[in-house]
């Protein structure tokens, strides 16, 4: 059987899940305005997040997250509380910043460690990641496929996720991006951290 069509299909709607905006979104993007470091590993740390559910997933623990409720609640009050926590640490930031005197190069700036465990604890705790590749995966690959398939479709998510967040951090810390945020830091810290507040919230009364 040709398995090609399946994995550029897989591909491209995994691309197209990462374009959508969203936490992960929110949370590489306002990092990287301040450092591209910092962006660079909070992306690095959900991409990480997302293929562990990728891989969850092809065990077949994504489906367990899909049926039991409590678990499926669990993760996702967790991650809402988690983005919420951001968003109102971003907000107060903003009531207390003196953005004349600082430096936007070194203001928020965190270490990579530190970015990299944000990232995956924003990837980790949405469940909806799971209960996405879940059907992903049973729609669209085929019973019985061989195990070098479901290797290679765990591979996939990780580049695909890992480039585009990347690309995202590096065009977000741009000199000439940084330096139009530099100007207008306040707003945009304040819509950041009501984003992911937003985004929190949101998280905890959706079903």
Known sequence: MDYLSHLL???????????????????????????RRSGLFVGLGIASAVLVWAALVILGFGLLVK???????AIRMAGAV?????GSRMLI???????????VAAVSHVGIGQAWRRGFIVGIT???????????????????????????????????????LCLL???FSVR???????VIRRPVDALMGAA??????????SR
């Open 176 to 182: 000439r991006v940084r330096s139009v945020y530099a």
């Open 169 to 171: 951090a590096s065009f």
């Open 126 to 164: 949405n469940p909806k990641t799971a209960t996405f590749f879940a059907t992903l995966f049973v729609t669209l690959l085929p019973v019985g496929a061989p195990s070098w398939v479901y290797v290679t479709v765990i591979a996939l998510v990780g580049i695909v996720t890992s480039l585009w």
């Open 82 to 86: 988690y983005l919420v926590y951001l």
């Open 93 to 103: 930031g903003v009531v207390k910043g003196k953005y004349a005197e600082q430096d």
């Open 9 to 35: 299909t897989l591909s491209g709607i995994i691309l197209l899940a990462c374009a959508s905006p969203g936490p992960d979104f929110v949370a590489v993007t306002s990092h990287a305005l301040n450092d």
């Open 196 to 205: 992911l507040v937003a985004l929190g919230v949101r998280m905890a009364t």
């Open 67 to 73: 049926e039991l409720l409590w678990l499926y609640e």
